[in-house]
């Protein structure tokens, strides 16, 4: 069983920024993802981004330009720098690690919240 641990969540006004870390409890396979979804209140768990081992990425359209996500796989974690920020992005911001055939886990969420 693996747990993911994130941090780094709360406020900040419109065009503020703030940064997310995930930390897993056990090592990382190679073939893994990592990525970071949200949850707005009335509306579907959506992907924000996704990151694989050797660091492929992919985006959101509508966070595409503002947020970077990145692996740190010595240290298990992931991040994701968020920049720009706006009202929209208020969410509960959840970390996952899945692999197919190995397991997918997520990380109990933080909460986002942007102020206009």
């Known amino acids: 069983q693996v747990q993911l641990v994130e941090s780094g969540g709360g406020l900040v006004q419109a065009g503020g920024s703030l940064k997310l870390s995930c930390a897993a409890s056990?090592?990382?396979?190679?073939?893994?993802?990592m990525g970071w979804h949200r949850e707005a209140p009335g509306k579907q768990r959506e992907l924000v981004a996704s990151c694989t081992f050797d660091g492929s990425t992919r985006y959101a359209e509508s966070v595409n330009g503002r947020f970077t996500i990145g692996r740190a796989n010595a240290k298990n974690t992931v991040y994701l720098q968020m920049n720009s920020l706006k009202p929209e992005d208020t969410a509960v911001y959840y970390c996952?690690?899945?692999?197919?055939?190995?397991?997918?886990?997520w990380g109990q969420g933080t909460q986002v919240t942007v102020s206009s």
């Open positions: 056990a090592s990382i396979p190679r073939f893994s993802t």
């Open positions: 996952r690690l899945y692999a197919s055939g190995w397991g997918d886990y």
